[in-house]
């Protein structure tokens, strides 16, 4: 029995037991290295918690099986999707709580189950949700290579002994290893005894095994594929510094950072010099005994030796990681956070103070600042004395208000760069599909714009302006993998609504009293049906888009429901014509369907089978209108308000064709066609009471121009009915030969598990929030569902107005900068005078500026529920910003040096949160031309080319500080490198 198989799901315990002992476990479990944890979606797991949570066992939020198709590429491979996010994507469960998970749910059938082991790193211990994954292949055959996944912590040698056994290599025999990476040049792994991150190979690389020749020599005999890519650029002379760095797998973050370091001059011209080595600080606690800064000389040495095109950081990288866990593996970062922790790191390694004194900082207690920010100085450079001070530190002037005492508390304190923010917009532009009341009409996605705190009937008074539909009459719902993930009401925050949402607004009638919002899943039969254990699914799998609708709470039959969804799915369900025989296959085929009928009992599957509750004769319950015919137009597909009469007649009775607990249309259409012929059903599906039509028969709707049309819409859905004359018997034989579209199950709200109604009679009473699916056979929807039809929709004319650039000056963000601000809640301040933590009011100016200005624009945005990234236009000088107006020390003496910058670099942004790529902008200090640094493509730039919506990070040099290029500007008719694009 595998793990997966939905035979194990065993009968869970009470939902506060289920919530208690997984809390517990996760609560409880410490990563310990070795141990397995398992990958679970998290919008599963976020179900399943409200499931519990709620202490409903018949709760419509049951989750169904465990289901981890969103984290996979394909259904074929299973392969993890690149850059999922934890607790954003998905949870990490130990295996104690995967297992229970495991047995009360059970997983979907094919589906393996996602276990991750725990790795010890050299900083940290970490779940590796992405092992390394890389090509293998022999020397001698390098068109048969396969695929393989090995952890950050195992051996060379374990890859070796993986490649011996796949390839059959003989025992004993001579072998060694290259890597090889996507710029195509190979490296000797010599030390087969080193691990996978030490020996620097990473995802998407190739591993080629050669062994010796019975002559003693290596079949490789340096072709070019084993070329060490230095050696094949000896003869290129190219401008140093002009040099691109290749991608290692989504380190194009890492490689604008450099690239911007790279090209800030008095940095290079340090370690160009090899000045370094006599600062070099191997006894620091807080620093990477030099590692960091020797690793990082080696990159700025190649890239400016002039002989490279592109060079591999490999190395860096490597030591990146094990100085910061952050950067462990091969998914993207943020190139300002890489930064932070470089500048940092080679601040420490490079300290010209061996021994930190202790300094007890005091506050200004009334000094005139002047004296205060100098003592702050002094005490900052004797602990810290490096060319990171020398060339990136300045000095803030702090002040603290409390609101209670009104204590002033000043401070001066050093910074490495300014992280400014950007003027955020109070509206926000959200993108939704509004799906029309007529079934014929297409949804119609439209570009609306509402206040970014505002609520959800925000939104639908935003809509209801561009659709004239009322926002009473709307309905907003998250769609998730072809089902409700979450169905909002109007009062909801808008932050609850992530921009990549899938956000449907679907118009309805106006509601009354006795209607509720009923949720249509569409779903697929499976050829084969599995009738495991737990009863709860019979191979159905949801497809196309859910709808909404109101109905009447009190009950409504099977046929006028399924008139009603015929109705509502008429653009792309065609309905039968009316030479059409929908005939079942084969006899055994209606006997499979009996069985199917007995695992499976539809909405009524608890009803007793018995004929004993059969009462006297009633008229068929019915919804509105829809007793007489599957569709009465618009009105009855919006909303039906007629009463129900409930009959204790059950829905599955003897040889009566019932599907899912409804009866075939067909049979319906023959009981309205001659009623005194059909009168009410038995248990052995004879008619009672035939002699005497039922009491309310002469209430039906007169036959006019109308009823013929209606008429003609039942013969459209439904077979012909059998002739009123005809024998009782011979037409439950005529009947069992005609089939329904679809039928009609109630389920969760995933969409999963069949659910009893808890009503009995052939109407069907609903719950608050009923969730219902109809189920299609694979032919039947082949032969009248019209896929392409039912993805179509059209854009509004709002989706084709581009969105309108807005544009701010950097000045303004130094501004905002320097504004009064309270402290948040999570980080307040402790007042002396007061004894307890304020939130106090906060001011930072600034006191003095060093060489090379950073300036980090905060377009990232996170709060509690969003995520979002401002692509605002800032527009920043290239020459000439003047901060004289931004310090706060005005009596600037002669001796000071000048505030006025030029930008000499910029990290750049492009794309989303998740899907960014980094590239950078650099003048080269030689020749004073600017560059396009692409990972390994080098471009020339142009100065009007370098403000765009993606700047990140801003390099400015001090104007007294920035010497004219001892170069002549080259010619910019041809690119200055070449080299392959390389992309995250």
Same mark, same amino acid.
């Given at each position: ?576 014509? $009316? #030479? /059409? *025989? ?7 085929? =209606?006997? !499979?369907? %009996?069985?199917? &009928? ?95 039509? $039922? #009491? /309310? *028969? ?7 121009? =109308?009823? !013929?049309? %209606?008429?003609? &819409? ?97 000045? /303004? ?10 402290? !948040?809640? %999570? ?158």
């Amino acid at each position: 029995m595998t793990a997966n198989s939905r035979c194990s799901v065993a009968e869970p315990p009470g939902l506060e037991t289920q919530r208690r002992e997984i809390e517990c476990l996760l609560r409880e479990s410490e990563l310990q290295a070795g141990d397995s944890w398992y990958v679970v979606d998290r919008r599963w797991f976020e179900q399943w918690k409200e499931f519990v949570e709620s202490g409903d066992q018949n709760s419509s939020s049951f989750p169904g099986q465990i289901d981890n198709t969103e984290l996979f590429e394909d259904l074929d491979s299973y392969h993890l999707k690149d850059r999922l996010v934890e607790n954003e994507d998905f949870m990490l469960v130990p295996a104690d709580a995967w297992h229970k998970l495991l047995l009360w749910y059970g997983m979907i059938d094919g589906q393996p189950a996602l276990e991750r082991k725990v790795v010890d790193l050299p900083s940290t211990l970490k779940v590796e949700v992405y092992p390394v994954e890389v090509f293998l292949c022999l020397h001698s055959n390098m068109e048969n290579v396969i695929s393989a996944q090995f952890s950050r912590t195992d051996s060379v040698n374990a890859i070796q002994a993986a490649m011996c056994r796949a390839f059959s290599v003989p025992p004993g025999s001579e072998c060694r290893l290259w890597m090889k990476s996507s710029d195509s040049s190979c490296e000797r792994l010599r030390n087969v005894h080193v691990s996978v991150l030490d020996a620097c190979l990473s995802s998407g690389m190739t591993v080629i095994m050669e062994t010796r020749n019975a002559d003693g020599t290596w079949p490789s005999s340096r072709p070019q594929i084993m070329r060490n890519s230095a050696e094949e650029q000896d003869s290129y002379r190219g401008q140093p510094g002009v040099c691109g760095l290749t991608n290692l797998g989504n380190t194009c973050f890492m490689n604008s950072a450099l690239q911007c370091l790279s090209n800030t001059p008095p940095l290079t011209e340090y370690f160009l010099r090899s000045s370094y080595l006599d600062e070099l600080n191997f006894t620091n606690p807080l620093g990477m005994k030099g590692e960091i800064a020797e690793a990082y000389a080696d990159v700025i040495k190649q890239i400016w030796s002039g002989r490279h095109y592109s060079v591999v950081p490999r190395v860096f990288k490597t030591k990146v990681g094990h100085f910061a866990s952050q950067f462990l593996g091969y998914q993207q970062h943020d190139s300002q956070e890489l930064l932070s922790f470089l500048l940092d790191g080679l601040h420490e390694d490079l300290n010209r103070v061996k021994n930190k004194e202790y300094i007890e900082l005091r506050d200004a207690d009334g000094r005139p600042d002047r004296e205060v920010a100098e003592e702050a100085w002094r005490n900052h450079r004797r602990r810290n004395d490096s060319v990171i001070v020398d060339t990136f530190h300045g000095l803030f002037k702090s002040t603290l208000v409390c609101p209670e005492c009104h204590k002033v508390s000043v401070t001066f304190d050093p910074f490495c760069y300014l992280s400014v923010p950007l003027p955020v917009s109070k509206e926000r532009v959200m993108e939704v599909f509004f799906v029309s009341l007529d079934p014929h009409a297409k949804p119609v996605q439209h570009r609306v714009v509402v206040p970014k705190a505002g609520k959800v009937s925000d939104l639908c008074a935003a809509l209801s302006e561009m659709t004239s539909v009322p926002p009473t009459q709307m309905v907003v719902a998250d769609v998730f993998n072809h089902r409700f993930y979450k169905i909002y009401n109007p009062e909801e925050s808008l932050s609850c609504i992530l921009d990549r949402d899938d956000i449907f607004v679907y118009e309805l009638s106006e509601r009354d009293e006795d209607s509720v919002l009923l949720a249509l899943y569409l779903r697929e039969r499976s050829h084969y049906r599995d009738y495991g254990s737990s009863g709860s699914s019979y191979g159905a799998a949801l497809f196309g888009h859910p709808l909404l609708l109101y109905v009447p709470r009190g009950g409504c039959s099977q046929e006028a429901l399924y008139g009603l969804f015929l109705q509502r799915l008429a653009r792309y369900v065609r309905p039968p014509d $009316p #030479a /059409e *025989e929908l005939e079942e296959e084969e006899e055994e085929e =209606d006997e !499979e369907e %009996e069985l199917y &009928k007995t695992q499976t009992n539809g909405i009524s599957d608890d009803e007793p089978e018995s004929s004993e509750t059969a009462g006297p004769p009633e008229p068929e319950p019915s919804c509105s209108n829809a007793s007489n015919g599957p569709s009465d137009g618009a009105a009855a597909a919006a909303e039906p308000v007629a009463e129900v009469n409930h009959t204790p007649t059950s829905l599955d009775q003897g040889d009566t064709e019932v599907r899912n607990g409804s009866l075939n249309p067909a049979e319906a259409a023959a009981c309205e066609g001659d009623a005194s012929a059909c009168g009410d059903l038995g248990a052995d599906g004879e008619a009672e009471g035939a002699a005497e039509p $039922p #009491a /309310e *028969e002469p209430q039906q709707p007169r036959a006019s121009a =109308d009823g !013929e049309k %209606e008429e003609d &819409k039942q013969e459209e859905a439904r077979s012909p009915s059998p002739p009123a004359n005809e024998h009782p018997a011979k037409r439950r034989a005529c009947r069992k030969r005609r089939r329904s579209l679809f039928t009609i199950q109630a389920v969760n709200s995933n969409g999963t598990t069949e659910r009893d109604t808890g009503e009995g009679g052939s109407a069907v009473s609903f719950s608050s929030q009923p969730y219902v699916a109809i189920d299609w056979d694979p032919d039947m929807k082949k032969r009248f569902y019209n896929e392409n039809e039912a993805e179509r929709y059209v854009k509004h004319a709002s989706m084709e107005v581009p969105q309108q650039q807005t544009t701010v000056q950097l000045q /303004e963000c130094i501004e905002l900068f320097t504004t009064v601000e309270t402290l !948040e809640e %999570e980080n307040p301040w402790y007042c002396p005078v007061c004894k307890k933590h304020q939130l106090a009011t906060k001011k930072l100016d600034l006191w003095s500026l060093p060489e090379v200005l950073i300036i980090h624009l905060k377009r990232f945005s996170y709060t509690k529920f969003t995520r979002e990234k401002l692509d605002t236009i800032v527009d920043f000088p290239l020459r000439d910003l003047d901060f004289s107006g931004f310090l706060l020390r005005k009596d600037v003496s002669t001796e000071e040096p000048p505030s006025r910058y030029d930008l000499i670099a910029v990290s750049n942004h492009y794309g989303g949160l998740r899907d960014g790529h980094y590239t950078s902008y650099a003048q080269n200090k030689d020749n004073g031309q600017w560059y396009y640094f692409d990972d390994s493509k080098v471009t020339y730039a142009a100065e009007d080319q370098i403000m765009t919506n993606a700047a990140y990070v801003l390099f400015y040099q001090r104007q007294d500080k920035i010497r004219k290029p001892t170069l002549p500007a080259p010619a910019t008719s041809s690119a200055p490198s070449a080299g392959s694009m390389e992309t995250d």
